[in-house]
């Protein structure tokens, strides 16, 4: 089955700093995901993004399907960004699979 | 936005005893709604697929009579954990796809299960 690599596993940046998330997937989907899961456990959909670059105020993310790979862009970190973010590759619809998460700290 | 709430939100109960968990989808209906379990610094593990009306699709190596899905409407999905005991113990997470939207899941905010 498809393996979805994250690196790095944990990050630990000041606030204020710009940081880059990589997902690495091992076929080819329909979709890659990526999530946000903050300190109290919540999910949050970040992008949907099968291909491509889309960005959300201070995140953006770009996937390149030919070369099975997207990457999480955060600019200007806040306290608030802590947690862990997943991606997700679809490679079917409804499954997901899961990376193994990349733990980000904000430090004030 | 698609809002996807589960309760309750923490639970302790004693070994051998059984626990309900409520997933309900509150803004739109959900025939498919999803069952994740996550232990502590790991990614999540999907449990089952329930679908409204018909019975559930649980994944390799989760037992059927352990964790008993019901799907009966189409905002709501609830998780049963019988006979639970400390093994059990973990957070479980539920999710729901938009019908129309994007081929996407919605997540609750998960419910964490002590067994003591």
């Known amino acids: 089955g498809i393996q979805v690599e994250q690196s790095p596993p944990d990050l630990i940046l000041q606030e204020g700093a710009n940081s880059t998330l990589r997902c690495n997937f091992s076929d080819s989907v329909n979709n890659l995901q990526w999530f946000h899961q903050n300190p109290w456990g919540q999910l949050i959909n970040l992008f949907y993004?099968?291909?491509?670059?889309k960005q959300n105020g201070r995140l953006s993310a770009t996937t390149v399907a030919t070369e099975r790979y997207s990457l999480l862009y955060i600019s200007s970190s806040q306290t608030t960004d802590s947690g862990v973010y997943f991606c997700?590759?679809?490679?079917?619809?409804?499954?997901?699979?899961w990376g193994a998460g990349t733990k980000l700290i904000i430090k004030p | 936005g698609a809002v996807v709430s589960q309760h309750p939100s923490r639970v302790i109960c004693k070994s051998g005893t059984s626990v309900k968990i409520e997933c309900r989808s509150l803004d739109f209906q959900a025939t498919t709604m999803f069952w994740y379990r996550q232990f502590p610094k790991k990614s999540l593990m999907l449990m089952a697929t329930s679908n409204e009306g018909s019975k559930a699709t649980y994944e390799q190596g989760v037992e059927k009579d352990k964790f008993l899905i019901n799907h009966a409407s189409l905002t709501l999905s609830t998780l049963t954990v019988t006979s639970a005991h400390p093994e059990d113990s973990s957070f479980y997470i539920c999710?729901?796809?938009?019908?129309?939207?994007?081929?996407?899941?919605?997540f609750g905010p998960g419910t964490r299960l002590t067994v003591l």
């Open positions: 999710s729901a796809k938009r019908p129309g939207g994007p081929d996407t899941q919605y």
């Open positions: 997700a590759a679809v490679p079917t619809a409804y499954q997901l699979i």
């Open positions: 993004i099968p291909s491509g670059t």
